[in-house]
């Protein structure tokens, strides 16, 4: 049972990468799924969330109408497409699992209880 991050690399600022999320021996069809950021020598912050429920999204103010979340439910997997990045989006990106959203929506105030691997993204000319 396990998620794994990936897609992360080195892109120049303005640029785009898509963030994966897959999840193995369980399914996501019932759950909030959350992207977070951790950049360097600060808190891990949540920057955008999914409800395979009833398909709720929320971005964080510093995401919004850059990055767009997706699931495909059939491959188990969330996406994060991520355009125009820059220097700020620099960090240690996770996604995580919250089992047990209230109302079966996703938003800012969902609680993760299920962690995967980071996968590291580095934006910089």
């Known amino acids: 049972v396990q998620l794994q991050a990936s897609g992360g690399g080195l892109v120049q600022p303005g640029g785009s990468l898509m963030l994966s999320c897959a999840a193995s021996g369980f399914t996501l069809d019932y759950y909030a799924i959350g992207w977070f950021r951790q950049a360097p020598g600060k808190e891990r912050e949540g920057v955008s969330c999914?409800?395979?429920?009833?398909?709720?999204?929320y971005y964080a103010d510093s995401v919004k109408g850059r990055f767009t979340i997706s699931i495909d439910n059939s491959k188990n997997i969330v996406y994060l497409q991520m355009n125009n990045l820059g220097p700020e989006d620099t960090g240690i990106w996770y996604c995580?699992?919250?089992?047990?959203?209230?109302?079966?929506?996703?938003?800012?105030?969902?609680?993760?209880?299920?962690w995967g691997q980071g996968t590291l993204v580095t934006v910089s000319s």
């Open positions: 999914i409800s395979s429920i009833d398909g709720s999204v």
């Open positions: 995580a699992t919250d089992r047990y959203p209230f109302g079966g929506q996703c938003g800012p105030d969902n609680k993760y209880d299920f």
